[in-house]
């Protein structure tokens, strides 16, 4: 039976309540919402509320509502207050749609009244006597200064281990990503790092980069007035829910074709079969990682049937041959188009053959892309990309071979183009250089494993559910911190200096201290013996930009959940404290590097990283401009509003790989098969492809979504899409609780029936709390140590019936039917 | 402001095969209107109790187009055939929707063949055989349920409702 809130009525904003703008501190799209709060004792009527609506009336589709989902009660300036957050009509993002994560932004808000999100960590814990004990932040700091403080400086900071967040909403931001970036890599240079969601200080996209394009360059306008639209290894409609439904939709209701590059039928290619027509949607069901044989494929058919944008190519683009070799982090060459032709040359025939789709439908493609119109105009053409090619294989050749594409065909920097990724979390990085890093940067996981480090700083980051290779990574670094645990529990009578001395002892003979920042307990928090408590967006001030570079101020209407705080008053809690316990220690210099901390908020952090880079650009100007915000890069500030830049590279010069000449650069993306190590042999040795997918109703790792009732409801166990037939041969039935196993682990899950999935193929949700999908990836990356989540096989076997949760739920087929 | 087009929309919707004299049974039930202020101090919505047709009137998978608390909130009444969790009458298979979607407001529509309903405003989808569950979709509920109840000369009442129904900061307004 479904789970039924038994809400018929809710409370009603008057229309004094205060308003905040919000922007949705879920995925990469960041919609635009409206907070009310007012007092407790306070409501509006149905003549007389917030919205300006006679609410006597039932409300017509499309209309405000304030779903149970979207009210809650919170803590604003110490007392409790009604919560109700709603989408924004006036945002031009989402135009008042909600999304089932952003629609859920106040419930899964912490409140002791309503008793929702009572996992929230509210004060710093630290371990004694075998369990975490609540303490003050003075207390805990202290411990975590000087133990860091006496590694750092007796050993060196490559003793150091730090995993920290790099993006943006939720509790990143420009305020958290300078906090603890000049803390890690500027008072401190740290060099074994990585970041949340993957196992190196590197980015995603380096070749698009390196070739010049930043991977975030158009306005999501230009998906309304394209002619064609191209997904690769992504799932917009769950994904980026209201990009999808808001811009896309549009733009195919305006005659744009929709191309989706995909072994797996998603509900995407389902929607846009429904809105644009099936004789429009063409999906591409490739073999698994063949991607860039297809991107060659496409552009070889351009380059031969004379398509290209000789124009633009000849005056944007690098003329001489080969620019950049192919070398030590440089995983393939770069130069002209000429020159990558010699690489990426692929006929059509070839591609069927490696991709396993017809020929005809290469050609087709190619059409869709790249032929001009019977008038002679060319054609526009968005290219949207995401983690099918970001966590696939060879990273680096298949994403330069897509951005090959859009170059060649003039399709970057104008309106209606655009060639970018889709993205995860939003943005918001503001870091000192991180040069000293290196590339390719050092495989983290891999040092951790290999005993590497001896302190290891956490923020924000759960990687016993999401890293590839987690079984191995979990066990090792279980021992290690259990070894410091061990140590404490028997220093636990003795002085704070006997304290230190016994993890200094504990850390040399093998073990890790283990610090962790976070809002919840996390899985990889069972391991840390210093837990502080986190905030989030709303919480506090937060600025980020979203995929079309928006920039917005997501104002703080409630109260830090109990003692937590803004990650970047915590970096900073830090290194007030190190500072102090270096001069102690007699160091006074290394004490010196500490300073520059004196933040008492966030827009002190805010005002001292991203503003100094960006003068025009404070608190009280973003402010003004609302959940419109402005897109990136900010220009100037004129007439009261700040000046932004709707799209990148509209005068041709491409910037982003640092050339002087700001000519783009064509990747030669040579198709060398599996990439990564292992892949091929444990392909070869097992009976399924295990896909790793995401699905719109969690919000990444399900951190909140875990304690929410109704998503639990609904999957009490991560899913694993499976054939039916493979379900029969197996003797699985709905529902039943299934194992995937191969050399690198096992992980576990609930069989959905879906008569999409390919037999042999499986899809399974990622990084869920209840079966982490990373626990059978191998541990095979790129040259720049990009892992390769998405290619990974297994056997199955039934562990168990379905559970009396797993009976009650729909097993039906998710593709809307009219 | 009023939607008649949607009510309209929505009647036209499920008016299909011999159930109109069904849903002009439903109209004809005066509401209660000037109570939902009057029990202003009382803890729980009041509802209406309403006849929506009886057992002789269903066909097994035939939707029947039903209004309630009111005649601005369209539901579907629906014989499964086979008995439900929370299924009411003597074979414990029936049982009854908003059919409002609660991420927009837009009408469902009745997919027979896999007895689901469906939203083609943004493809969200609800379970009519598994408690209204959203099998997928971008609203942050299940689809409300109305609560029925049978008499012995096999009338069908609806008497309340699971979740807030979309447009309303109230079941019964």
């Not at chain 1, 989902?69 to 993002?93: E, F, I, R, T, W």
């Not at chain 1, 027509?277 to 044989?293: C, Q, S």
């Not at chain 2, 029947?64 to 008995?83: F, Q, T």
């Not at chain 2, 298979?93 to 837009?106: N, R, T």
Request: glycine content about 10%; proline content about 4%.
């Amino acid at each position: 039976m479904a789970y039924k809130r038994q809400i018929d009525r809710l409370p009603i904003p008057p229309a004094n309540a205060k308003v905040h703008n919000v922007t949705c501190h879920y995925c990469i799209v960041g919609c635009g919402y409206k907070a009310y709060t007012w007092p407790r004792n306070q409501q509006g009527t149905t003549e007389s509320n917030a919205f300006g609506l006679d609410l006597a009336e039932q409300q017509p589709a499309d209309g405000t509502w304030l779903a149970p989902s979207m009210y809650n009660m919170v803590k604003q300036d110490g007392k409790d207050v009604h919560l109700a957050v709603v989408p924004d009509h006036d945002c031009v993002v989402n135009s008042g749609l909600a999304s089932i994560r952003g629609g859920r932004m106040a419930e899964n808000r912490p409140s002791k009244v309503t008793g929702t999100q009572q996992q929230r960590l509210s004060d710093p814990l630290v371990w004694r006597n075998g369990v975490w004990q609540p303490t003050s932040w003075d207390d805990a700091l202290d411990l975590v200064a000087r133990v860091t403080a006496k590694i750092v400086d007796e050993y060196g900071e490559d003793e150091l281990l730090v995993s920290m967040f790099d993006h943006g909403g939720s509790a990143g931001g420009y305020e958290n990503t300078w906090g603890t970036g000049k803390l890690y890599f500027d008072s401190i240079k740290v060099k074994n790092c990585r970041i949340h969601n993957r196992p190196s200080y590197m980015s995603e996209v380096h070749s698009s980069r390196d070739m010049g394009v930043d991977e975030l360059n158009y306005s999501y306008s230009d998906y309304e007035v394209t002619d064609t639209i191209v997904i690769v290894g992504a799932n917009p409609l769950e994904t980026q829910t209201n990009l999808f439904l808001n811009h896309m939709v549009p733009g195919m209701r305006n005659g744009a074709r929709f191309i989706m590059v995909d072994p797996r039928r998603s509900v995407t290619v389902n929607a846009a079969e429904e809105v644009a027509g099936k004789e429009n949607v063409l999906h591409l069901a490739i073999n698994p990682g063949t991607d860039m044989v297809l991107f060659n494929a496409l552009l070889t058919q351009a380059v031969d049937n004379g398509w290209t944008d000789a124009d633009y190519i000849a005056g944007n683009s690098f003329q001489g041959g080969e620019a950049v070799a192919m070398g030590t982090g440089q995983p393939s060459g770069l130069g002209s188009l000429d020159y990558a032709m010699q690489s990426c040359r692929t006929s059509a025939a070839e591609a069927a053959e490696i991709c396993g789709v017809a020929e005809a439908d290469i050609v087709k493609a190619a059409e869709w892309i790249a032929k001009p119109k019977d008038d002679g105009t060319r054609r526009k053409c968005v290219t949207g990309y995401e983690k099918g090619i970001i966590w696939g294989n060879d990273n680096y050749r298949t994403i330069g071979a897509v951005v090959n594409l859009s170059l060649a065909t003039g399709n970057i920097g104008r309106e209606g183009t655009g060639c970018c990724r889709l993205g995860g979390h939003q943005e918001g990085y503001y870091r000192p250089s991180d040069a000293h890093v290196g590339r390719p940067a050092v495989y983290f996981d891999q040092h951790l494993i290999k005993g590497g480090g001896k302190v290891y700083h956490v923020w924000a980051c759960d990687h016993y559910k999401t890293t590839l290779n987690a079984a191995q990574f979990k066990r090792v670094m279980k021992r290690r911190a259990d070894m410091v645990k061990d140590a404490m529990d028997a220093a636990a009578t003795g002085t704070r200096e006997e304290m230190v001395d016994a993890i200094v002892s504990a850390v040399n003979a093998g073990g890790l201290f283990v610090v962790d920042m976070d809002i919840i307990h996390t899985q990889i928090g069972a391991n840390a013996h210093v837990i502080l408590p986190a905030c989030e967006s709303n919480e506090m001030n937060l600025t980020s930009m979203n995929g079309e570079r928006r920039l917005r101020l997501s104002e703080r209407y409630m109260d830090p959940f109990g003692n937590s705080k803004p990650d970047c008053l915590i970096a900073a809690g830090m290194a007030h404290n190190m500072e102090r316990v270096l001069r102690e220690m007699g160091n006074d210099a290394y004490a010196d590097q500490f300073k520059g901390y004196d933040w008492e908020t966030e827009e002190d952090a805010f005002m001292d990283g991203y503003n100094q880079g960006n003068p025009e650009v404070t608190y009280e100007r973003l402010r003004a401009m609302g959940n419109n915000g402005v897109q990136e890069p900010v220009t100037g500030y004129e007439d009261g509003k700040l000046v932004g830049t709707p799209r990148l590279y509209t005068d041709g010069v491409f910037t982003r790989h640092g050339r002087e000449d700001g000519k783009a650069l064509f990747c030669a993306a040579g198709w060398r098969g599996w990439q990564a190590a292992g892949k091929a042999q444990e392909e070869a040795n097992h009976e399924f492809w295990i896909n790793n997918v995401r699905a719109n109703i969690f919000w990444q790792n399900q951190f909140l979504d875990q304690d929410n009732d109704f998503i639990q409801d609904r999957f009490p166990y991560p899913f694993i899409e499976m054939n039916a037939d493979d379900m029969a041969r197996l003797g699985i039935g709905a529902g039943d609780l299934i194992e995937i196993t191969n050399n690198n682990g096992a992980t576990q899950g609930m069989a959905y029936p879906t008569d999409t999935a390919k037999p042999g193929q499986v899809a399974m949700v990622f990084g869920s709390p209840a079966g982490s999908q990373g626990n059978v990836v191998n541990p095979g990356v790129n040259e720049l140590n990009l892992p390769d989540y998405k290619h990974t096989w297994g056997n199955i076997r039934k562990l168990a019936n379905a559970t009396p949760q797993a009976k009650a739920v729909s097993f039906k087929s998710k593709e809307y039917k009219a | 402001m009023k939607c008649n087009r949607l009510v309209d929309a929505g009647r036209r919707q499920f008016l299909r095969g011999g159930i109109v004299g069904a849903a002009g049974a439903a109209a004809a039930t005066v509401f209660p209107a000037q109570q939902a202020s009057a029990a202003g101090a009382l803890a729980q919505v009041d509802y209406p109790s309403n006849r929506l047709a009886n057992l002789a009137d269903l066909a097994i998978n035939e939707p029947m187009d039903i209004e309630y608390p009111d005649a601005d909130s369209p539901g579907v009444l629906l014989k499964l055939g086979e008995a439900v969790e929370g299924g009411a009458g003597p074979d414990g298979d029936i049982v009854a929707y908003s059919v409002l979607c609660p991420h927009k407001g837009w009408y469902l529509t009745y997919n027979g063949e896999d007895r689901s309903l469906n939203c083609p405003g943004h493809f969200s989808r609800f379970d009519a055989e598994a408690g209204g569950q959203q099998i997928w979709g971008h609203a942050t509920q299940n689809l409300p349920q109305f609560t029925l109840r049978v008499d012995d000369k096999g009338d069908i009442f609806a008497e309340g409702c699971s979740d807030l129904i979309f447009g309303r900061p109230s079941n019964v307004l």
